[in-house]
């Protein structure tokens, strides 16, 4: 049985959710799709300079959590950049900081854990 998702706290959100060169239009195969919580691992490390232990802390996730999502971001990034493809910032596992207390987060009906989503295949369906 695969991990049940957990999820992470995020204090801001995109101002803008695709970014690409100007004047080329894009279909479905040239859009890189990255998560809320992709783009505020890097805005923590790369903007506000916090290493990834600090990050982890602030998003209420572990430090190798944390790794996983930058690096996966920073392809991202340079694929973007080099490839010259667009990139939409949309969805993931996340609560705004202000949503983000015990008492808001979902409950598993079948297990009782507080603020895990568990995916398809994990027996217990969406929350």
């Given at each position: 049985?695969?991990?049940?998702?957990?999820?992470?706290?995020?204090?801001?959100?995109?101002?803008?959710?695709?970014?690409?060169?100007?004047?080329?239009?894009?279909?479905?195969?040239?859009?890189?799709?990255?998560?809320?919580?992709?783009?505020?691992?890097?805005?923590?490390?790369?903007?506000?300079?916090?290493?990834?232990?600090?990050?982890?802390?602030?998003?209420?996730?572990?430090?190798?959590?944390?790794?996983?999502?930058?690096?996966?971001?920073?392809?991202?990034?340079?694929?973007?950049?080099?490839?010259?493809?667009?990139?939409?910032?949309?969805?993931?596992?996340?609560?705004?900081?202000?949503?983000?207390?015990?008492?808001?987060?979902?409950?598993?009906?079948?297990?009782?854990?507080?603020?895990y989503r568990h995916g398809k295949g994990s027996g217990h369906?969406?929350?």
């Amino acid at each position: 049985m695969p991990r049940p998702r957990k999820w992470k706290r995020v204090c801001q959100m995109p101002g803008f959710q695709t970014y690409g060169p100007m004047g080329k239009s894009f279909d479905d195969a040239s859009v890189v799709a990255m998560t809320v919580e992709e783009f505020e691992t890097i805005r923590l490390i790369d903007l506000e300079g916090m290493d990834q232990e600090h990050c982890a802390e602030k998003m209420g996730v572990a430090r190798s959590t944390i790794q996983r999502l930058y690096n996966d971001a920073r392809q991202k990034i340079a694929d973007v950049l080099v490839n010259g493809k667009a990139l939409k910032i949309e969805g993931g596992d996340y609560r705004i900081c202000e949503e983000f207390s015990e008492e808001s987060l979902p409950k598993c009906r079948p297990c009782g854990r507080k603020g895990y989503r568990h995916g398809k295949g994990s027996g217990h369906g969406r929350i």
